[in-house]
């Protein structure tokens, strides 16, 4: 049993999460507390964001204009050990992971829950196109290619 530091009630060792750097090797809150701390971390974030938004119109405006810019129609390949998967998209690969990451639908989003990865977990390979056309019809040789391959995550049958 231990006790949390912030709701002081005893809970059993289970209820805390692991935390290397502790002497005990576990969080001193427990994991709902955790939970509690975590959410209100990122309302704060959310607000602050919101109202620096607020604050810097013209600046916000410019920032999201060059980030749309800076996107352009790609064929991406995201590499974890031997595995792979095969895409294209208009938007910025890192976007696109996040959107794989919580739809766990697809190939890679299973692959990625099933295994707790994150973006940097992934080697990443892009090659660029002056169309989204051009980028789909280079997606689907190359997934073409690898279509009888085991490692390949879009021909996976799970
Ligand atoms: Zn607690």
């Given at each position: 049993m231990k006790k949390c530091t912030k709701c002081k009630t005893e809970k059993e060792v289970t209820e805390f999460t692991k935390d290397k750097s502790r002497k005990d090797k576990l969080c001193p809150y427990c994991r709902s507390c955790e939970r509690e701390i975590r959410k209100g971390r990122s309302k704060e974030n959310a607000k602050r964001a919101k109202q620096w938004k607020l604050n810097n119109k013209e600046k916000y405006k410019e920032n999201q204009k060059r980030y749309r810019d800076k996107a352009k129609p790609c064929c991406y390949i995201w590499k974890h050990n031997e595995f792979f998967y095969i895409g294209s998209t208009?938007?910025?690969?890192?976007?696109?992971?996040?959107?794989?990451?919580?739809?766990?639908?697809?190939?890679?989003?299973?692959?990625?829950?099933?295994?707790?990865?994150?973006?940097?977990?992934?080697?990443?390979?892009?090659?660029?196109?002056?169309?989204?056309?051009?980028?789909?019809?280079y997606e689907k040789e190359l997934i073409c290619k690898h279509i009888e391959d085991p490692k390949c995550l879009n021909t996976q049958r799970w």
């Open positions: 208009k938007q910025h690969t890192g976007r696109r992971f996040t959107t794989h990451k919580i739809n766990v639908n697809t190939q890679l989003g299973y692959y990625i829950k099933k295994h707790n990865l994150e973006k940097k977990d992934f080697e990443l390979q892009t090659t660029y196109f002056e169309t989204i056309k051009e980028a789909r019809k």
